[in-house]
């Protein structure tokens, strides 16, 4: 089963994904906030984690570092309603580098 956490601070976004990802057969946490992310980063392992990039508390950049930094083969989604270039060349970034 693929362990998978979603963070958006939009109830209805996160309801949404728990509902498709739990029927393709994810097992699902949610979370509104940058805060319960560490958290259950820090309790488990996740094989996705989906990450809004504004959140009331934190960035989702950050909820990105901190995912791989606990495991690189974490993948990590950041999804936003407010994209730029320059968000999405610092999430590139923030990916560690394989070699």
Request: one cysteine or more; aromatic letters at 4%.
């Amino acid at each position: 089963m693929v362990r998978t956490l979603v963070i958006d601070d939009d109830i209805g976004v996160c309801k949404s994904l728990e509902s498709f990802l739990t029927k393709e057969g994810h097992e699902v946490t949610t979370g509104h906030r940058g805060d319960t992310a560490f958290a259950r980063i820090a309790e488990k392992d996740f094989d996705i984690v989906i990450t809004d990039l504004r959140l009331p508390d934190a960035s989702g950049l950050d909820i990105l570092a901190c995912a791989k930094n606990k495991n690189a083969s974490t993948q990590v989604i950041v999804i936003t309603g407010f994209a730029t270039i320059e968000t999405a060349v610092e999430a590139i970034k923030r990916e560690p580098m394989t070699t």
